[in-house]
């Protein structure tokens, strides 16, 4: 029968029992292990405790085991605990100062409501502990027992009462790693608390209390690379950490973020990390940091979602400004300072012990081993058509260096972070000498792209972008909708110092070129435009916004085709000069798409290279 043809059926309403309605209030609280275990942590530390250990079986499915020397609780206090919308935690109805991580007295319900759970508290003025068992929503009414001051959670066979959402669970491991995640932005978010987190009998860590710097340092596993952050506006306050370009991960999962002492992961947070990081770092790549955002209670809505990690700001603008700004201004520094090292794994390998080294530095070995060539009269660069040069080609085609070794300048390597130049290799990477003896490497390319970009970009910004006109102008012949796209941006291309003109059909008149990008590659250039404005039709020339976010991406294509190309010779006076304005210009560790412009081989690596253990 047809739907249209069927009787129409009034249905029935009815109440739900309290127990469907905890088991549907449960869903939404307890979505995994992971979940109950934040909600059970974030308690603990609501209470004052500061020390909490943590224990898990098979990822939390089994059993989660929560102490902490908290306030604790009188028997009264528990059985209040575990019933729902009953909480200490707000001091009045308007939700508009919660200054608690919990709230909504949910979570214990939600936990009694779909596993085994046994509540041991003891509060520090009393004599004794009291326990409480609720299991798939019965209670049983608390009993003495023996435990120390504090409060004993244990959570059993979660989700027992509702086998359909076990079935959905995954493999102890992946739920394991979601509640090691767990652990790892509370501890961060409470460095006066020591944590101890243990995952099937196996320690995972043991953080004691900590100042903020050692704890951050700890959870990110980063200490060179770490740059501070400390900045406020408009009554937000942000501070912590960030790492520089040089440190990346292939997920979003080393990215840390705490409001008013509370873990979150807030999309417009998320977002802005994201707008701050892309000129610097690689697409696909994402940062390291912990930072911490402060601000008054009333001016941020943490009743968003039962989880509590997303947020409702109420000056979205001062958020997202505040954290661009700050974090873009940590990552301006130049080339080679504090906070950036730009290093490369050594391939593992087995390693032969060797004698300690004379204590003659590597550099000036390699420097008297060069002077003693040198004197001497061989030949330090190979010559096309020599026999070592053909040894080497039958070796798999191995260049070599294309300029000669130099005696690097004593001042240069002491006061400079990227040190002397020495040489130049494959006419592409200069190798230099730093301070420390280091040997860096740096991409004369993807270094000169990043000075041409900054330049560009600062004379855009200031209106003294200055054009020059071609002598022959250039003809470029694209498909006829690129043609017509590019001309569309003709006004505000004007401004980047590019002057078109339609030439009939799918061509366009090239005019002029920017003064910085003199004899750069205007055809190819014009290409590459024309292709990532076809590709991008949502983006309107008269939409100023739109083209404000475009225009970093617009210039950085301009930087790589008006740079020094790889393969071009260069004498050591302009080496030194590119390595001193890259010390001097800001976000210089990474070239215009994210790629870095230099490398470190400090001793250890170089060791590591050998196989040789000191």
Known sequence: ????????????????????????????????????LKEIVENALDAGATRIEVSLLNGGCDRIEVSDNGCGMSPDDLVMAVERHCTSKLSDETLTHIVTLGFRGEALPSIGATARLTLTSRRHDADTAWTLRLEGGALTPPSPAAGAPGTRVVVEDLFFATPARRKFLKSARVEGSHAEGVMRRLALSAPHCAMRFTLDERPVFDF???????????VLGESESLIALDETRNGLHLSGFICGPAATR???????????????ADPLMRTAI????????????????????????????????PSKTELRFAEEADVRGLMIGAMQRALG?????AGVRMRFAAPARQAIHYPPPDPVSLTSGFIAAHSAMAGSGAPVALSPGSDIQGFAEELGGFAPATRPLMEPDPIQRASFPLGAPVAQVFDTYILSVGQ????????????????????????????????????LPEVIDLPPGQAGRLLEWKTALEALGLEIESFGGGSVLLRTM?????????????????????ADPDLVPGDSAALERRIDAVIARMACHG??????????????????QMEQTPRANTCSHGRPTWLRLGRDELEKLFGRIR
């Open 250 to 264: 292939s997920t979003a999962a080393s990215q840390f973020l705490v409001v008013n002492n509370r873990p979150v």
């Open 563 to 580: 740079s020094i190309r790889a393969g071009r010779r260069l004498q050591q006076d302009e080496m030194s000069a590119l390595l001193r």
């Open 1 to 36: 029968m047809p739907p249209s043809e069927r009787p129409l059926l009034q249905p029935r309403l009815r109440r739900l029992s309290n127990h469907v309605i905890d088991l549907i209030a449960a869903g939404e609280v307890v979505e995994r292990p992971a979940a109950a």
């Open 333 to 337: 520094h130049g080339a080679g300072e």
């Open 208 to 218: 004691p209390v900590q100042s903020v710097i050692d704890r951050v340092q700890a």
């Open 274 to 305: 994201r707008v701050a990081y892309r000129p610097v770092i690689e697409p696909g790549r994402h940062p390291v940091l912990a930072l911490h955002l402060r601000l008054p209670h009333d001016r941020v809505d943490v009743n968003v979602h």
């Open 436 to 471: 420390d003896g280091d040997l860096i490497l740096v991409d004369q390319h993807a270094a000169h792209e990043r000075l041409t970009h900054e330049k560009l970009l600062a004379q855009y910004t200031s209106g003294s972008l200055k054009a020059q006109r071609l002598l």
């Open 514 to 534: 920017p003064v910085l990008l003199q004899g750069g590659d205007g055809v190819s250039l014009l290409r590459d435009l024309s292709e990532e404005l076809t």
